[in-house]
């Protein structure tokens, strides 16, 4: 996939391992200093919320199939918390 701002390599049939390069966060924000794929977003989000923790960004379902928002870990790097959204 090459979108212009970022660009991500899988692993032909075998296994789900991808990895991706970005020049831009996407939808005007930041880029972001990692991303993580979760099968389970919403609980994810649910427990940073219970930690106290607020997302500087979404959560919000993305134009290209993603679901995602951002937190920023203690040391200030900023983390795209994301899934794969059905269609």
Known sequence: MD????TTLAAPHTAPVQ???ASD?????TLPDLS???DNLEEILDRAMTMGL????????EPWGVRR?????PAGAVLNILSHHSR
């Open 54 to 61: 607020t997302p500087e960004y979404g959560p919000v379902t």
């Open 36 to 38: 993580i794929e979760v």
């Open 25 to 29: 966060g996407g939808s005007g924000t």
């Open 69 to 73: 928002f951002y937190l920023r870990d």
């Open 3 to 6: 979108m212009g701002w970022i």
């Open 19 to 21: 990895i991706s390069f």
